[in-house]
C-alpha cells in the first residue's frame, strides 16, 4: 500500500470510529486503539505533506489562532421562529397553514428545541467548507476553524446524500461537561460560568482553537439546506442525515395530527429534565419539503415551523437566610437559604446570590419571598422579589464585612465583584483548599490521600500547609478515624512519588491565584525556574506573552509574602521539582533569543504548532500579530494578503519555512 493509499484508509477508519463514538455513541475500539492509528497517520501526513488535508481526523486538535472573525453573509437566511404557548396556538397555526396550503391532514416533524448558538454549516461536494454563527440572521462570523474542532461533526461525507449543502444546527455544552468545565474554574480560583448556552456561544468566538478542542461542545442538527430535491420530506431529510455521519437526536418524531404533536409536547414537558442537554421547547415543522416552500416564510420566520415554548419553570418560596461561603481563594459568594421547595424536578433549598451587587440591584432580604427559576436549566436562581409579600419590619440587606470564618475583615478591590478574606493562613476554608487543590489530580495527583482526609489532618493539627504533607509519618497517621497501617502507607509513598511531578504541575498546585493550568505551562516554559519566577518584576512578566496585569500582579503579590517563600524554601528540601527538568530542556536553544515571529499561512513540513514549539524552544517569541516589535514573518502558503502589506510597510523580513529549518539548524 502506498503512503498516499494508508492515509486515506486512516483517515476513512478514524472518521468511523469518531462516528461511532461521538454520535452512535457507541465505540467499538478502545481509545488506546484510536490514539495509536492517530499518531500513525499524524506520522504519515508529517513525511508526507503533499496529502496535508484540513479536514483530516488530524486536525481535529486545533491550533490555529483567529485574532477577528471574518464577517460572512448566509447564502441563505437563518431566520427565527414564531412561538407558540398552548394547544390553541398550535390549533390556529394548523389552521393558517390549512388555509395556506388549501389542503388538511397535515404531516409534521416534531423535534426539541436544543438550547445553544445555532450554526450554519456549509459542505461542498461532500466536503466541509465554513461555519459560520447565526449573527443578524442575514450576516455572522466565520468561526469554522473552532468547528473544525467538535468531533461530533463530520468533515466529509462519504456515503449517498446531497452534494452540496447548508446543515444547520446548535452547539451545546452538556450538563456534564459544563459542570466538569466549572469544578475545574473553581479549582483555578476563577469565577464560574452561569450557564451551558452562553459558555458554548463564548466557545465559538475564543482565539485559540487548540482551547475550544479541549471543551466537550457538541453539534445537534436539524435542518438541511439544499436545491437537490432529492428527499420529499423533512424528516427523510434528517434520517438520512444521520444515517451519513451527522448528529440528529434520536428524539425527532414524526406526528399525523396537532393531538399528536401535543402528545410529544407533553411528554418532554417533564422528560426533557432527564436530557443530558438543555432545550427551551418543541420545534414542530411541516414534514412535506414541498409544502414548506409553497407556505414561505414572514419577514421574521418560517411559515411552516413554529416552536411551542415550555413555560418558565419559576416558583415562590421563603429566603430563610443569606449566608457566606469562603472559597480556596478567600473570595466571598453570597448563598440564599430557601425555604425548600419543588422546581424542575429536583428540591431547591440554595441558591447562588453571586455577589454584593446582585443583591443590591434586586434588593433581596431575608424573610423575602422570592422568585427562584431555574435559569439555564441547572442552577436555580433568585429573579426577583414579591414585594407584596415584604414583612414590614424588614430592612435593606447588609452584606457581610468579616470572614464567616474567621472574622477578618473582607476586602474588596475596584473592579472585582467578589469580596475576599485576605487571612491566607489563618482561614480554614482557604488553608484547607489550598491543600486540597495542592494535591489534586491535575496537580500534584497524590495518591491515597482525599479532600476529606485533608481536613481531617488539618483539624488534627498534623498539617496547616501543604509542605506540611512532607513532614507527615505513618505512626501520626495510623491513629485517626477510618485508617489503618495500609492507607496511611499508600498515603505516604503517594506523597512521596508526587516529588516526581513536573514543575509545571507543581507550580499550579502552589495555588497562585489566576494561575490556572495553562498559565503555569506558559510560566514553567518561560522562567524554567520558581527562583527565576518568583524574583521577576512586574515588568518582565507583563512581557511574557499571553500574560496579563492581572495575572503579574498576583504572582508579585505571592512572591513578596515571607510565608509563600519559606513554603517554598521547604518544598525545595524535601526535593520537589521547582524546575525544568533536564529533559525538556533538551532540543532547547537560544538561537532565536530576543526575535519575535509571526507564523502565517499554511506549512507542509511542520505542522504551525511545531513551528510555533521549535520557535519558543530555540528561545524566540511567538506573536499572533504584525508590529513594529516583529522581527520575522515564517510565511506559508496562502498568507494574509493585508498581513503581507502590513509586514512590507513596516520592513519586516519575510522567510520561508524552509529559511526557519536552516535558521534553526
Ligand atoms: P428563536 O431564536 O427563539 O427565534 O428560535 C430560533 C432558533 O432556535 C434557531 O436559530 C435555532 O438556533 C434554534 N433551534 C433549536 N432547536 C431547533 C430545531 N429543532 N429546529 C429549528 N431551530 C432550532
Ligand atoms: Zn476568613
Redesign the pocket.
Known sequence: MTAEEKIHQLREELNKHNYNYYVLDNATITDFEFDVKLKELEKLEKENPIFFDANSPTQRVGGTITKNFNTVVHKNR????D?SYSKEDLLDWEKRIEKGLGRSNLEFTC????????INLTYENGQFVKAVT?GDGFQGDEVTNNIRTIKSIPLSIHQDFVQNFQM?G?IILPIDGFHKMNIERVANGEEEYRNPRNTASGSLKLQDSAEVAKRPLDC?L??VVTEERKYKTHFQILETARNVGFKVPETIKLAKSIEEVYQFVNYWDTERHNLPYE?DGI?I?VNNLQQQEELGYTAK?PRW?I?YKFKAEQVSTVLNEITYQVGRTGAITPVANLEPVQLAGTTVKRASLHNADQIEKLDIRENDTVFVEKGGEIIPKIIGVDFTKRPEDSKPTKYATNCPECNTELVRTTGDAKHYCPNLFGCAPQITGRIQHFISRKAMDIDGLGGETVDLLRKENLISNYADLYDLKVEQIIPLERMAEKSAQNMISGIEKSKEIPFEKVLFALGIRFVGETVAKKLAKHFKSIDNLMAATLEELINVDEIGDRIAQSIVDFSNDLGNMQLIERLKTYGLQLEVSAESLENQTNKLAGQVFVVSGVFHQMSRNQLKKAIEDNGGKVSSSISKKTNFIVAGDNMGPSKLTKAQDLGISIISEQDFIDKIN
Not at 78 to 81: A, F, P, R, T
Not at 111 to 118: F, I, M, N, Q, W
Request: aromatic share 12%; no cysteine.
Open positions: 437563518m431566520y427565527s421562529l412561538n423535534e426539541l428545541k436544543y438550547d445553544g448558538a445555532s447565526r444547520r446548535e445537534l436539524y435542518q432545550t420545534v415543522k420566520a415551523a416552536a
